[in-house]
């Protein structure tokens, strides 16, 4: 079993940055494909960023420029930095892992998840 536990969201006006963080136990996380994913009110749950095992990245249209995933396997945590926030990055962000090593961009895909951090940015 592996649990995931995020923090680092908040209230940001549009601009701003903020850097999410996912921490996880247990599992080996060095062979852990990782995803981000968020929700906004009355919407599905959209894929955002996922790296691989081996920290490669791989971006939605709508965050790539804006957004960076990284990965510490030391510290066995996800990280996921969001420049240039928009009010429609407004969600719950959602941490996700994969036992796969490879990228998924589908919720399906993912086994664990955490419990998720609320991002508001304001206009």
């Known amino acids: 079993q592996v649990q995931l536990v995020e923090s680092g969201g908040g209230l940001v006006q549009a601009g701003a940055s903020l850097r999410l963080s996912c921490a996880t136990s247990?599992?080996?996380?060095?062979?852990?494909?990782m995803g981000w994913f968020r929700q906004a009110p009355g919407k599905e749950r959209e894929f955002v960023v996922a790296i691989t095992s081996g920290g490669s990245p791989y971006y939605a249209d709508s965050v790539k420029g804006r957004f960076a995933i990284s990965r510490d396997n030391g510290k066995k945590t996800v990280y996921l930095q969001m420049n240039s926030l928009k009010p429609e990055d407004t969600a719950v962000y959602y941490c996700a892992a994969d036992p796969i090593p490879a990228i998924g961009v589908h919720s399906y895909e993912y086994d664990y998840w955490g419990q998720g951090t609320q991002v508001t940015v304001s206009s």
């Open positions: 247990g599992g080996t996380f060095s062979s852990l494909a």
